[in-house]
Nanobody
Framework: QVQLVESGGGLVQPGGSLRLSCSASGSLSSINVMGWYRQAPGKQRELVAQITSPGRINYADSVKGRFTISRDNAANTVYLEMNSLKFEDTAVYYC?????????WGPGTQVTVSA
């Protein structure tokens, strides 16, 4: 089993920045992909950014150049640095971890971009 806990969400003005953290614990040796997804009200959950064990990184087109995913293997933590935030970035952000058998999710953290 893998447990994921997100933190760092909150209310920010357009153009502002936030950094999300995802602390992972449990059976992490099998995990080969970690990432961030988000779900806005009335919309499907979508991939925001993903990092694989070899270090390959993928971003949604909507966040390229503004968001940066990184990880600290020693601390079992994945980060999402979000800059130049827009109204449309408002959503619940979920941390995700995957191995060959299943996908794990954190409970989510709310990010609200509002003036």
């Amino acid at each position: 089993q893998v447990q994921l806990v997100e933190s760092g969400g909150g209310l920010v003005q357009p153009g502002g920045s936030l950094r999300l953290s995802c602390s992972a614990s449990g059976s992490l040796s099998s995990i080969n992909v970690m990432g961030w997804y988000r779900q806005a009200p009335g919309k499907q959950r979508e991939l925001v950014a993903q990092i694989t064990s070899p270090g390959r990184i993928n971003y949604a087109d909507s966040v390229k150049g503004r968001f940066t995913i990184s990880r600290d293997n020693a601390a079992n933590t994945v980060y999402l640095e979000m800059n130049s935030l827009k109204f449309e970035d408002t959503a619940v952000y979920y941390c995700n971890a995957m191995n060959a058998l299943r996908s794990y999710w954190g409970p989510g953290t709310q990010v609200t971009v509002s003036a």
